[in-house]
């Protein structure tokens, strides 16, 4: 028994000294080393090294060279910052209203690709054991763009919050509003915004804004936040950055809209890394005498 553990051991560690020498080999190739099974490597899409799938994983998706956040999915982040045992919420909400075409083929694939129904999960759970609403939106569905499902799950996520007295905690990642859903989608920003509005007059509202949060998202829910913490390096900003340039006919700074940039100027209240989100989420719940 002891003998296989320390030959595992021995196998890892040669592993890991093989992945050290290929990151100093090859750190500017872009096609993953013959020498080791794809499946078993990633490879960081900020510094371009490989890294150990499992150990990528484990560390929260995070690169242990340059600190880079990798996105997560809904799923992926609720494991990541919430207790064992929380319930999903609003799961039978699937209304839509317009036919814009090719929609329903676009949705039928976010569905199969991410096995979420929408771009956001609403759950009722509990942090480092205090309770709390949370809301965890997913880039991986249409780009994170916020329709009007998405729009209804979150405003009855800030209601059954506000009715319960429980703190609220977003994650926001988008690319803004759904175009299919046209107008509409774009009333899901006035709607949150009026039920955050009540629900803040008693409650406390904390957003975590993560890569990335642009347009109708980043312009209601994700800017209206008691706390708003951001993950390093997200880009974080309501039009794209070359849109801007070319209508002030300006150039714009190259931190412009990221998280460290925003923070710098007032934009956001601090940064967390992920390993420290789940702590310091539960930490400011106490701050504010939640249970
Ligand atoms: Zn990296």
Known sequence: MENSFLKRKQEILKFNSAMEELNLRKRYETTVPKEIPDDLIVKCPGCQKFIIKDNFILDHKVCP????????????????????GYTELFTK??????????????????????????????????????????????SFFMMGSMGSVTGERITRLIEYAGERNLPLILFTTSGGARMQEGIISLFQMA???????????????????????????????????????AEPN??????????????????????????????????????????????????????????
């Open 65 to 84: 060279y340059c600190n880079y956040h990798g996105r997560l999915t809904a799923k992926e982040r609720l494991i990541d910052v919430m207790d064992m």
């Open 191 to 229: 709607k949150t915004s009026e039920a955050l509005a009540r629900y803040r007059e008693k409650n406390l509202y904390i957003a975590v804004l993560t890569d990335p949060t642009t347009g109708g998202v980043s312009a209601s829910f994700a800017s209206l936040a008691d706390i708003t913490i």
């Open 93 to 138: 909400i699937h209304e839509r209203y317009l036919d814009f075409p090719d929609y329903e083929n676009k949705l039928d694939k976010a569905k199969h690709d991410t096995k979420e129904d929408e771009s956001v999960t609403c759950v009722v759970g509990k942090i480092d054991g205090v309770s709390c609403c949370v809301g965890v939106m997913d």
């Open 234 to 291: 997200a880009l974080i900003g309501f039009a794209g950055k070359r849109v801007i340039e070319k209508t002030i006919k300006e150039t714009l700074p190259k931190e412009f809209q990221t998280a460290e940039f925003l923070l710098d100027k007032g934009y956001i209240d601090m940064i967390s890394d992920r390993k420290d989100l789940k702590k310091t989420l539960a930490h400011l719940l106490r701050l504010h005498n939640y249970r």
